[in-house]
């Protein structure tokens, strides 16, 4: 039999051609065959080049199959539009073009890009919060200072108008009021007017019949000092809106150097400059300044207000004890004038403005 007709028959014996050519091939006799020298014994330049084998890849290893499996590991599927990265079959990258960019950009807005850049929520309380705790205390601290600037202003709002309005009260019953004693009968509920004509009426009945012009003197020294202490009293709060106005802003620069310091740390120890680590320290730290300049300005405008203010009701307190000394300077030129006449008739009445 012919080698053409080897596979027909092969064919026809329901086999196939390797196993008939193997069963068809004659056997040749060991001692026919060339001896050779064992593998470890052959040398490099004794190999031909036809004869060399070039190196295979090894297979992996056939993993352990489950029920129903292949015993061959495969890669999960890739995520819907995802492509699979060659060599590394457990990551994928998502579909885009050449090196994994995407071709439509996830981040579709400013806000998506914020959501997806900053690391925490940058509202004042959560940067309040994250602030290191120098600068918390210094927020603290301006944030009372400020609470007690609006205070302050409410209170003096309405002392300083009440103290007024009893002032032009009192001015209106001193200019007519015939006599200091019948004005200090009527000054009730006049504050300070009250008091100024209740000290001349004093120092008049205390010094009986010395001369008129010590009188006036000691009733004019009394009514300063009174003068004096109703504007300490009034001018009380408006040395601390002075003092928070002009040291606020530089408690909160303080606070703001203190936080830009420790970003500068955080960002040595990151070692990086990115926008995230740096943006949130730098806003909180500006956040002191801010506040500082929220509890300043108004103190200081505030605070130029209740000076004018202030500087208006001492000048109505002037002119109620201006109003004072004349109505003790008419008493006493009133006694005067009847004590000639008395010593006319001869009934001299020396205490007569005291009565």
Known sequence: MDATEMPAAAAAAGGTPDAAAATAAPSVPAAALPSQPPSSQ???????????????????????????ASGIATPPPAADGATALPGTPFHTLPAGDAGGVPAES???????????????????????????????AVMTGLAAASVATWTIALY?????????????RGLARLGAAPSLATATAGLHHCGAVAAFAACALS??????TLPAAGIKERADSALTRLEAAEARRIGLGTGLLATIGSTAPFIGLFGTVWGIMNS?????????????????????????????LVAAIPAVMI????????GAYRAELADASAAVMRLLSRDLDRAAQEAEAGRGRGTPRLSAAAE
């Open 203 to 208: 120092e008049l009945k205390l010094s009986g």
């Open 156 to 168: 003096k709002v309405i002392e300083l108008a009440r103290s007024r309005r009893r002032v032009a």
């Open 303 to 310: 605070y130029n207000h209740f000076a004018r203010t202030i």
């Open 264 to 292: 500068f740390i955080g960002i040595a120890a990151a070692k990086t400059t990115n926008l995230a680590v740096v943006a949130p320290g730098i806003a909180e730290a500006l956040l002191a300044t801010a506040i500082g």
């Open 106 to 136: 996830a981040l579709s807005g400013p806000a998506d890009i914020a959501a997806a850049v900053l690391p925490h929520d940058l509202s004042p309380v959560s940067m309040f919060l994250a602030a290191d705790w120098v600068v918390q």
């Open 42 to 68: 052959i040398a490099p330049s004794q190999i031909a080049p036809s004869q060399a084998v070039p190196s295979q890849p090894v297979p992996p290893s056939p993993l352990p199959a489950a029920d129903g």
